[in-house]
């Protein structure tokens, strides 16, 4: 599959269908936590491997501190692994490491290494790799009014251009593309603020079945489209 118009800068990616493909399979849930994290890092290497400059993974919301008990631990301990393993390809493949989201209600180790992935992949100079941990949009939003009032902004100074500068995502450019699996047709609290001007592309495929050749199908879907912006169109094909 080839891809022959404008890449998209910044892609983000709602991870749906974990479980429901475990629970399809008769399998634990686990399972699917599992192997969607082998795709999700196909679908890294792929987007590196295109020149997509910025990935944004939808890796653990807010919400999902709600799930058994059991299953965040283990969620949890995936996330320490991948940290762990993954390390050497990140700095292989050049690509920077950066977290969102709430991370204060990460356990400690995991904190722990999340600043180290960072600090010791800051210095590549090709994709950068966010996953957003303990995320949900609107807390985003409000932890950055929250940083707006310690620092003493006053409402009249406040405009589109710094209101972002106090979201997690500072100095990151909004998403261009926002891919969905599993057949739901909606945000989930991802990147609200952000996605304003976003393509928006829902699979019906579970996201462990989300490989290379679906993730092309997504942003060749996103090449032949018009991007308005409000205004005159700008096409991303190519002409």
Not at 7 to 36: Q, S, T, Y
Not at 111 to 118: D, H, N, S, Y
Not at 171 to 189: M, Q, V
Request: hydrophobic fraction near 40%; avoid cysteine; proline fraction near 4%.
């Amino acid at each position: 599959m080839s891809l022959t118009g404008e890449l998209p800068v910044h892609v983000g990616v709602i991870m749906d269908g974990n479980g429901r493909w475990a629970e399809l399979r008769k399998l634990p849930r686990v399972e699917g936590h599992r192997v969607g994290a082998e795709r999700a890092k196909e679908v890294i290497e792929t987007s590196a491997e295109i020149g997509i400059k910025y990935l944004t993974l939808y890796t653990f919301s807010t919400e999902n501190w709600q799930r058994p008990v059991t299953e965040v631990s283990m969620l949890m301990k995936l996330l320490e692994l991948y940290l762990k393993k993954e390390l050497a390809d990140l700095k292989r493949q050049n690509i920077i490491y950066r977290a969102i989201g709430e991370l204060s209600r990460l356990p400690e180790n995991i904190q722990a290494l999340i600043l180290e992935t960072e600090k010791q992949t800051a210095s590549n100079t090709g994709m950068t790799l966010v996953t957003a941990l303990s995320y949900s949009g609107r807390n985003e939003i409000i932890r950055a009014v929250g940083k707006m009032i310690e620092a003493g902004i006053s409402p009249e100074s406040i405009t589109d251009e710094s209101f972002a500068g106090y979201l997690d995502t500072a100095g990151l450019p909004s998403p261009d593309l926002i891919i969905r699996t599993s057949g739901e047709r909606r945000l989930s609290n991802f990147m609200l603020w952000q996605s304003a001007y976003s393509e928006l592309y829902f699979s019906e495929i579970l996201w462990p079945d989300f490989d290379r050749e679906e993730f092309i199908r997504a942003i060749q879907d996103y090449q032949g489209r018009e991007r308005r912006f409000g205004t005159v169109p700008v096409r991303s094909r190519a002409s």
